[in-house]
């Protein structure tokens, strides 16, 4: 591959991380930690991610423990969590806060389908415009050093490129898909 088509690779390859590490923190029916990766507690005035002052673990399948290494800040985790959008209500026995995941209706199951499809959506909107961006750069290279051929060439395979991640960006919507609407 030639270096003018890696640095869109690489800009390519940064979106389809950033869609997947999205399609994560959405909830399909299971608990899953992630979802708690974009909450900070206020930890002594620090906005300090929720990972870094307690343990957290998944006893059960809808179910997330979060025990706090301080028991001080079991409040400011719940005060987190009730501010974020994950839309549980904490419970704490004054050791841990327990977070339980209710079963999904099938209508709040095909709204997140729907999410996931429109994140999907962004995503491949934006590999094109970086394929965009790469085929405006190419086209100023003519007049330079450059033939013309050689720039069909650079846009042929940057198109090759840019099918590879739209086809990577479908098959993540797919799975996270299949993962909502599974019971």
Known sequence: ??????VYESKMKKTLASLESELMTIRAGRANPNILNKLTVDYYGTPTPIQQVGNISVPEARMIVIQPWEKSMIKEIEKAINMS???IN?????QVVRLVFPELTEDRRKELVKDVKKKGEQAK???RNIRRDGNDAFK?????DVSE??????ET???KVTDKYIKEVDKAVDEKSKEVMTV
Do not use: R
């Open 157 to 159: 395979e940057l198109q």
């Open 1 to 6: 591959m030639s270096e003018q088509v890696s």
């Open 85 to 87: 959008d994950i839309g």
């Open 149 to 154: 051929d050689e720039i069909k060439d650079l």
């Open 140 to 144: 100023k290279l003519k007049g330079s």
């Open 90 to 94: 904490p419970t704490n026995d004054g």
């Open 125 to 127: 909107v934006a590999v």
